[in-house]
């Protein structure tokens, strides 16, 4: 099983330096509960840079670069590019995200935030890397921008998925996978249940968002990339599978996207 989307440069000690005494309990957790590998995102470059460092260390942790839409103004094209390049050839820089536009927090920036993604979808494409897409209250807008730079070679994924079937419809033809969190477990989340019960299984990937969106039976907690396999278990009762199959779909669904070897 993969965790396909987690934020591992926040496990920091009080002096903000990466804990590797808590990394190091995280993977151990992992492999407990056969958790092969994970995939940690970048919000901003310095937390990009960050996991690169996590990733370089752990063989089984693999990374992602960009600019989270709440990040905008620390958007530094020149350098994210240089990110790119400098660790293209490692083997551990797996996509470029999470990238994409949130109306929830602000409205104001919307020019912005849309130049921005851009952007980084055309670096995405210019090194062959699918892209981490992040939408929340704009989903008129991502499609319209993910329609004008189809198509993708390299693919993509919508992360923590929460739109309509209808619009995962949309997404799916274009080639995306859509990734489901901890909030599909949540008793309130009926429209998330209704998408991961209708969807293909070679469309769908799962992801624990940690440290955020913990899924019951650990609401309320901090998440770690472990529980991931409680989420897989939800969506295995929800489509009438056994838990195998959706473990062995989704981390081949992951392994594809990612090249992961």
């Known amino acids: 099983m993969i965790d396909t989307h987690c934020h591992l440069s926040m496990v920091v000690d009080e002096d903000n330096k990466i804990d590797y005494a808590k990394l190091d309990e995280i993977l151990r957790l992992m492999a ?29 942790i693999y990374c992602a670069v960009g600019i989270h839409p709440e990040e905008v103004e620390s958007f530094d094209f020149e350098r994210l590019e240089n990110i790119v390049k400098e660790n293209i050839r490692t083997g551990k820089l797996v996509a470029i995200g999470e990238i994409g536009l949130d109306y929830y927090w602000r409205k104001d920036n919307k020019e912005e935030q849309i130049k921005i993604f851009k952007q980084q979808i055309e670096l995405a494409k210019q090194y062959n890397l699918p892209i981490v897409v992040h939408c929340r209250d704009a989903y008129g807008d991502v499609l319209e921008i993910l329609k004008e730079y189809a198509p993708y070679n390299a693919g993509g994924v919508i992360h923590c998925y929460s739109g309509s079937i209808e619009w995962a419809k949309e997404v799916i033809k274009l080639g995306f996978l859509i990734s489901f969190t901890g909030v599909v477990t949540y008793p ?26 913990t899924p019951v039976p650990f609401r309320g907690k901090k998440n770690n990339p472990s529980y991931v396999v409680y989420t897989a278990k939800y969506i295995a009762e929800l489509k009438n599978k056994k838990i195998e199959e959706i473990d062995n779909i989704t981390t081949n669904n992951a392994k594809k996207l990612f090249k992961l070897k």
């Not at 407990?32 to 089984?60: C, P, Q």
């Not at 969807?199 to 440290?211: A, L």
């Open 32 to 60: 407990n509960n056969g958790v092969s590998d994970a995939i940690t995102i970048g919000s901003n470059l310095e937390d990009s840079l960050v996991s690169f460092e996590i990733a370089g260390k752990y063989s089984n």
């Open 188 to 213: 309130n989340a009926s429209n998330i249940q209704e998408v991961a019960k209708w969807v293909d299984m070679d469309k769908f990937m799962m992801e624990t968002d940690s440290p955020f969106l």
